[in-house]
């Protein structure tokens, strides 16, 4: 049977990248096949040292999957530290991990270089990714381009294991929305919650205005011609919005008189009109806690359930049982 599974860490809350690099595309698959996702609240420990912070993006990011109409009849949504299986089956994927191999990794490379808090966390993140994956024989696993060298990892890993052990897990593969590969933030870089640079588009409106209006532009007056193919604001609008508003937004640009403010207000405009139902619901969900907590725990037991099954196979091969 082909499971889909993925996860979002919860050292923030849920941004435009997220939301259309992993959450959307995977919804649309998870009404095809039993999908698994989880809030990867562990992952989140290795930047995130605020427990009250920690809980609230916890519940804010399951509230995303929920608002944008995840369907938990037959879909498990989860929260990660509820299966403590993963921590003890990343122990024995750590046993067979070159230590070159997560030395190497793009992302353990970049967030050392960035980051003044380096931990082992850090260091050995993409093998509790693994775990995480393996622990429920996923096939298919949704994610932004920024995430496929983890994938890679997580299949060099399961194959060694397979080898050292016998056949035990099943190969996972990412699958990538091309449209959506990597959304760019407010100032151009790939959206992430450690640049700064979000646009979270299920926050109240005051705080969604002020991450539009800090869209990098360029210094061109009101008057003057711009140039839509460069502009950061019609980069996002045109991830979000209609081909017929898209080419009208372009040809305000091209026609002068038209300003970067106009433009993001259109951008807020969009927003505001395309996600509101999910910006509704997301609030309703963030004032009432407790239906959220409700749904992680029934997914936890459904997790649970699979976890036990692959752990149980993983001790007896490995010679623990
Ligand atoms: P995280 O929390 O950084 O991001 C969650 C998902 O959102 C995608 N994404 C983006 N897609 C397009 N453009 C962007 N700017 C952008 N920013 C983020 C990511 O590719 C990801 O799919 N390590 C993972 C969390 C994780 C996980 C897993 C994922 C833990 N275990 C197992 C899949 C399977 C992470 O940090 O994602």
New binding site residues.
Partial sequence: MSRI?????S?GK?????I????LPAIELSKTKESLF?I?DL?ALTTTKDPKKLQENTLATAATWLAFGLDTSYNILYK?SDVPQVTELMWYLNCITPFPMLANAHSFKDKSNKLSDVNAGLFT?PV??AA??ILYDANI???????LQ??EITRDIAKSFNHIYGETFVIPEAKIKED??????TDGQ????SYNNCIHILENEKILKKQIMKIHTDSKDLDEIKDPDTCNIVKIYKLIGDPKNCKNLEKKYRNGGFGYGHAKSELLDLILTKYNLPRLKFQELMDNPEVIEKELEKGAKKANQIASAVMKKVKKNIGLM
Avoid: E, R, W
Wanted: hydrophobic share 40%.
């Fill in positions: 599974l993925t996860g979002i860490q050292s849920p941004h435009l990248g997220n259309l690099g992993a959450i989880f990867a992952h990660q993140y509790l990714m995480d994956i696993v949704p994610v932004g381009k920024d995430q983890h994938l959506c590969m990597i959304i760019p933030g790939k959206m992430s919650k």
